[in-house]
């Protein structure tokens, strides 16, 4: 998003974002979808797939947020089962109401991303292997109180949100819609969001500028965290029932979504539009396949080969600037 | 100027003040609580089945250590380890091929799913964490397709009796001999041998190595060649210990030992240095307290807490004995 303030609005523009190549592949493949199987633009099929959408959505964000800082959540799937785990216990054993778990659980997301933080940026420790090793930790804690055994009995309020839907439109979209422009204000307008995608650019740079790579890098992974926990809450919401392995298929995503939408791995540029529609196209590319009766084993294939292809189109499109990775 | 990069530090740590010392009274520490707690932990049996799946661990490991060492990471290691599982069980089972020829024509599978990985790399520039994110999807996902997820369960008997097998008063299971050898073989490959020498050049400083002479790109090729072959041998170690090629063998369920045992053995993910004895004992010491908190009775469910604790305090202390003669020496100078 941020390149497109100095290119004005040409018709070189469009196809130089990072989310023009996605836009025509969603184009293309839903009408080549609605062509194939007449089912794919049914009410409810569309229903289906923006709901599936909705947890892709934040755990992309949770990623891209660490990648914006030039560091990595390998626990972002790990943090979101304890969470899922924890919201849907307090509830079921303590009897937690609702309006007090849901904090709680984001509460619960940001401490744990404050850990990873305070790790990552004050020990010296690659935040790789910090998030590795906690993840670790969170996973242990998730299985380690549940014996694997999911809690069903979730308040019928939390389960009527994860099923309504006004037509085609899934009540769970509402949490992307709210928070993808909160995270564009923080990202693009805020100096807390500046501060964080310079120290991602170049963290020595920003250091002699006076900002603190390191409270950038806790605050990073705090807001990781806070965007994990929400999307456990989706999870919980979307299943009816807080189930351990919530998060366990998570971190792969998390990674693809983002570097296929055009976010920087080594930090410091983030494309928020890119990584929603390459949630929107994995998501195709899953009920597209369910739709054609294809074996489901391709769907891994292709999310390879989609990453393969999104690479590729960025460095021919940097190319002409002679800009590497 | 290669000479500086390669040359061993003039004051060598004494052995009893290094991380593998601590590593090593961590474990023997841990192994007297485990036998102490339930007696049972020192028997054969359970000796053997641990060195079983240590021997395991141990080779990935390695297989994660070769690409520390040039400063890369690899992604991928499950999925050509689950890729060469399959591979080797179809050589067997379906093409009816001899063992050794299906074996090698496994693992010859495996070093050419990671040479495709070091090309991509080394040609294109790409951070090896993207190329083996993808390639390990690619290659998972091929695998999947090809098999349809069926096992293969009726492979030659000799390949589960190789598994079943003991040695040396019944408690060692030749698997274990296996990796220990690998470990021998890489030590002096990256000690005495140039390439092995030019590889932890790579990974310390790429440009200083690439100005002194040095093919970086074809030692980080080799790196991940060398990566995929291990990958595949663990692979064929998991089909030897379960007598049958299972489709869920390997995948992302590799992706913490791989990394765990190298880096609580002191490897440095910034490449340029690994340790293999370290990278032992890590396997180790994520063997023994997974097996300790089994006999226990814990059970398997705290394990990951555990793992993860121990691999956080691990990083942590040689982070911090490391850094002190640091400062030091950087106040004399």
């Not at chain 1, 196809?15 to 009408?31: F, Y």
């Not at chain 2, 080797?88 to 299906?102: E, H, K, R, S």
């Not at chain 2, 990671?114 to 090309?119: E, H, I, S």
């Amino acid at each position: 998003m941020a390149p497109p303030l100095e290119g004005g609005l040409t018709l070189r523009w469009v196809p130089n974002t990072d989310w023009a190549g996605l836009l025509a592949a969603i184009v293309i493949g839903s009408a080549a979808l609605a062509f194939l199987s007449p089912n794919f633009l049914s009410e409810f099929n569309v229903y289906v797939l923006l709901r599936s959408v909705c947890v892709g959505i934040l755990v992309a964000f949770a990623q891209m947020l660490t990648l914006a800082v030039g560091q990595m959540n390998l626990a972002v799937g790990a943090l979101g089962g304890m969470v899922a785990i924890l919201f849907g216990g307090m509830m079921e054993a303590f009897g937690v109401p609702l309006w007090l778990a849901v904090p709680l659980a984001v509460a619960i997301g940001v401490a744990g991303g404050l850990v990873n933080g305070l790790l990552a940026a004050h020990t010296g420790i690659n935040g790789f292997i910090v998030t590795l090793a906690t993840g670790s930790a969170f996973t242990g804690v998730n299985l380690g109180l549940t014996k694997s055994a999911p809690f069903y009995k979730m308040p019928h309020a939390l389960q009527d949100f994860g099923n309504g839907r006004f037509g085609a439109f899934p009540f769970l979209l509402i949490a992307p819609i709210v928070v993808s422009p909160l995270l564009a204000l923080f990202l693009f307008r805020l100096p807390a969001g500046r501060r964080l995608l310079a120290v991602g650019g170049n963290s020595e740079a920003a250091a002699l500028s006076g900002v603190s790579p390191a409270n950038a890098i806790v605050l990073a992974h705090c807001l990781s965290g806070l965007l994990a926990a929400i999307g456990a809450v989706l999870a919980v919401a979307q299943l009816g029932s807080a189930q351990p392995l919530i998060g366990s298929d998570w971190l792969l995503l998390s990674f693809a979504a983002p570097i296929i939408g055009g976010t920087a791995l080594a930090g410091g540029y983030v494309s928020i539009f890119g990584a929603i529609l390459a949630v929107l196209v994995i998501a195709l590319i899953q009920n597209g396949l369910v739709l054609v009766n294809a074996d489901p084993y391709w769907v891994q294939f292709l999310l390879g080969a989609l990453i393969v292809a999104a690479i590729a189109l960025n460095r021919w499109r940097a190319r002409p600037i002679g800009l590497g990775w | 100027m290669t000479e500086q990069v390669l040359q061993q530090p003039r004051y060598r740590r004494p052995f009893v003040m290094g991380q593998q010392a601590g590593l090593l009274v961590i474990l023997i520490a841990l192994g007297a609580l485990f036998t102490a707690k339930s007696p049972g932990f020192l028997s054969s049996f359970n000796l053997f089945t641990l060195g079983r799946s240590l021997a395991i661990d141990i080779v990935i490991g390695f297989s994660q250590m070769v690409v520390l060492a040039t400063g890369g990471m690899n992604l991928s290691v499950g999925s050509i380890g689950v890729c060469v599982v399959m591979a080797g069980g179809y050589f067997m089972q379906v093409a009816g091929l001899p063992i050794p020829v299906a074996c090698a024509l496994a693992l010859a599978l495996g070093g050419a799913l990671g040479w495709l990985n070091g090309v991509t790399i080394a040609k294109s520039g790409i951070n090896s964490f993207v190329v083996t994110l993808a390639s390990a999807n690619l290659f998972s996902g091929a695998m999947l397709i090809a098999t349809k997820a069926a096992p293969l369960n009726a492979l030659p008997r000799s390949v589960g009796a190789f598994g079943q097998m003991r040695v040396g008063g019944g408690w060692v299971s030749p698997m274990l001999l296996v990796a220990i050898l690998i470990g021998v073989a890489l030590a002096i490959f990256y000690r005495y041998s140039v390439i092995g020498r030019q590889s932890l050049a790579t990974g310390a400083n790429l440009r200083a190595t690439e100005m002194s002479g040095v093919p970086v790109g074809r030692r980080i090729i080799a790196a991940h060649a060398l990566s995929g072959v291990l990958a595949g041998v663990a692979g064929l170690l998991t089909v030897a210990r379960v007598g049958a090629a299972m489709p869920a063998a390997g995948g992302q369920d590799w992706l913490l030992p791989s990394f765990l045992g190298p880096v609580v053995g002191g490897a440095s993910l910034a490449g340029g240095f690994v340790s293999v004895g370290g990278t032992i004992l890590g396997a180790a010491l994520v063997t023994t307290i997974r097996s300790g908190l089994l006999v226990m009775g814990i059970g398997n469910f705290w394990l990951d807490l555990f793992l993860g604790l121990f691999l956080l305090a691990a990083v942590l202390a040689q982070h911090y004995r490391g850094s002190v003669p640091w400062r030091r020496r950087s106040r004399e100078g």
